[in-house]
């Protein structure tokens, strides 16, 4: 059993004096876990780090072994932020989320551009915009889409001010009005409005982590990672 892909670095974790495993989202074999042989020596210290693009190829002698990895480096986007602890946090946040909401083995080739593009949207000043709506993304690619398109209430679609934590649904401001305060609030730049302002992005966070908990992870008796909040702390502070 062997096969090479394109893959993005989540996580690592060491096993016995050199090797490690790592755990991979791929582009065609979906969340992949495997051994590297001298993955925390000093040679690949610096290669094999959170958020890093990697060509590897995967070899197992049956299929449900855990197998291991030989790589090479494609892009060394993780150490990038070293110097910039809110945009460590958001590429770390973005990992772990990805880790803990992908099944395994299981193929999201969505998921992977999605978060492609939000690690090479880490240059742009917008970026805490492009990260909530690829986390709002990941919930449609696993099933849970939100329907933005009209209010739940009257059918409108301007003014689309809220969502029901119940159904996933926009609700209008006016329809909202005596509710708001048990509704989530959406923000504009979720709907196409220009890249949001950091209170927005707080709320954007808010709703996708909301729903985040409730379908994907509370079925499997898990909370948000720690990284995604400590991302959302940083951006409160």
């Not at 582009?27 to 993955?39: D, F, I, P, S």
């Not at 040679?43 to 291991?68: D, F, I, M, Y």
């Not at 880490?122 to 805490?128: A, G, I, T």
Request: aromatic share 6%; net charge neutral.
């Amino acid at each position: 059993m062997d096969w090479t892909d394109e893959a993005i670095l989540l996580s690592l974790r060491r096993h016995g004096e050199t090797a490690a495993v790592v755990t991979l989202l791929t582009r065609e074999h979906g969340r992949h876990a495997g051994l590297v042989r001298g993955g925390t020596g000093k040679a690949a210290r610096a290669a094999l780090q959170t958020g890093n693009r990697l060509q590897v190829t995967w070899k197992a002698r049956l299929s449900e072994q855990l197998g291991s990895f030989t790589w090479e480096l494609g892009g060394a986007f993780g150490s990038l932020w070293l110097h910039d602890p809110l945009r460590l946090a958001g590429l770390s946040a973005a990992c772990a989320l990805t880790e803990v909401c992908l099944p395994e083995r299981e193929p999201h080739r969505a998921v992977f551009d999605g978060l492609a593009a939000v690690i090479r949207g880490l240059n742009d000043e917008d970026w805490p915009s492009l990260y909530v709506q690829w986390e709002l993304g990941l919930l449609g690619e696993l099933g849970f889409g939100l329907d933005l398109s009209c209010c739940a209430a009257s059918g409108v679609t301007e003014d689309l001010a809220y969502v029901s934590p119940r159904s996933g649904r926009a609700v209008s401001r006016a329809a909202g009005a005596a509710y708001h305060d048990k509704l989530l609030a959406l923000p504009a730049f979720l709907l196409g409005a220009s890249g949001g302002d950091r209170p927005d992005v707080i709320d954007g966070l808010t709703l996708t982590g909301y729903f985040l908990e409730r379908h994907v992870l509370m079925p499997q008796s898990k909370g948000l990672p720690a990284a995604r909040s400590r991302l959302v702390d940083r951006l409160l502070a």
